[in-house]
């Protein structure tokens, strides 16, 4: 499988960064991890055919997660007319959060018929979830239930395990969410300083015997992260870059 980063931002853009939202393609898969409110533009300009996505995986209803998506459908409906069936995946309040989502971004749209089937599926936390040819298992983290429950998501397809921390500070949900992991892509808001609701890459630091990813990529970076990359001794997300799995 292959996992490009369309953005690997925080809410704010730092580093000129686009908002979350990472494309998976295999032999059988074609998804989205995410989709914040700059996806599409990276899409675009990453030539990504969008009518080729199976699947959108939503984490948390945040903005620079979620936002995205009411230019992604009136998109896929009215630009490049697309047939094909779409899944939005994502945490319980899915049915209900999308369509307040799609009126506030666009009035009327919120009860629009599409030329597309879509099917939105709201996900059971902490067991395994067939969704077309993916296995996921959704874990609740501690990020801002007002924008939830917050998942990270442990994805088995292909023989292959990804994992995505999702927003969160540390918790020993992690653990089981990226243990052994063939690519772990971890937040990593902060180098040394605690705060709450995002990742200090100090606490991660003390667990990563306990998780053993085969692979770590930290992303979800502040401006303070950011300009010590240079010196962190760990994979980091770049927008457009490219990982096989």
């Not at 959108?56 to 992604?72: M, N, V």
């Not at 994992?163 to 808001?189: K, M, N, P, V």
């Not at 015997?209 to 980091?236: D, G």
Request: charged letters at 20%; glycine letters at 10%.
């Amino acid at each position: 499988m292959r996992l490009q980063f369309v953005g690997c931002g925080d809410a704010f853009g730092s580093g000129g960064r686009f908002n979350t939202c990472f494309h998976l393609t295999g032999k059988n898969v074609n998804a989205l991890i995410d989709c914040g409110a700059t996806s599409l533009v990276g899409m675009n300009k990453l030539g990504i055919d969008r009518n080729a996505i199976e699947t959108i995986f939503i984490s948390h209803f945040h903005a620079d997660h979620i936002f995205g998506l009411p230019f992604f459908i009136l998109e896929a409906n009215y630009v490049t007319k697309r047939t094909k069936p779409l899944t939005i995946a994502g945490p319980p309040g899915l049915k209900t959060r999308l369509p307040e989502i799609m009126e506030c971004g666009f009035p009327g749209t919120k009860g629009m018929e599409l030329n597309f089937p879509l099917e939105l599926r709201e996900l059971e936390i902490g067991r395994g979830n067939d969704v077309g040819s993916v296995s996921v298992t959704p874990f609740h983290v501690v990020h801002d239930d007002r924008a939830g429950p917050c998942l990270g998501f442990r994805f088995e397809a292909e023989g292959k395990v990804l994992a995505f921390s999702g927003d969160t500070e540390w918790t020993e949900a992690l653990i089981g969410l990226g243990h052994d992991a063939d690519l772990f892509i971890c937040e990593s808001y902060t180098r040394d300083k605690p705060i709450t609701t995002h990742m200090a890459l100090a606490l991660l630091e003390q667990h990563i015997s306990q998780i053993r990813p085969k692979r770590l990529i930290l992303t979800h970076m502040s401006n303070e992260m950011l300009a010590q990359a240079a010196k962190i001794p760990y994979e980091t997300a770049e927008d457009g870059k490219i990982v096989e799995i």
